[in-house]
């Protein structure tokens, strides 16, 4: 799914702002933790790098090759946003590289991690006034 939704939109999502990423546990109950993210609006994916053994990495691994519905909301004074989508998690080094070069012109270059995986957000549906 291409994301076009204007200039606008396309600078909310890409100006240096924090989100929310929620996954679901187990036993139904949502973990929402704080993330960059980038968004690839040409692909239609958003991505979040993180460590593999944080509870978010762990979550959507477990969910396998299928992916497991996510959120990513940000907001800023009255304007949110949020997408959903379907998360994989990839731990090539292609991958990793990409979304690393994606979030250093987002945000800063992240630190050297060789426990880095890559969230990938299929996004699938948009929400917000942004």
Known sequence: MKIDRGADF???WTERRLATLTTVRPDGTPHVVAVGVTVDFDAGLARVI????SVKARLIRAAGTDGVPVAVCQLEGPKWSTLEGRAVLRDDPDSVRDAENRYAARYRQ???NPQ???LEIAVTRILGNA
Not at 50 to 53: E, H, K, L, P, S
């Open 50 to 53: 993180t460590f593999g053994t």
């Open 116 to 118: 880095r995986v890559v």
């Open 110 to 112: 992240p630190k050297p």
């Open 10 to 12: 396309r600078a909310f």
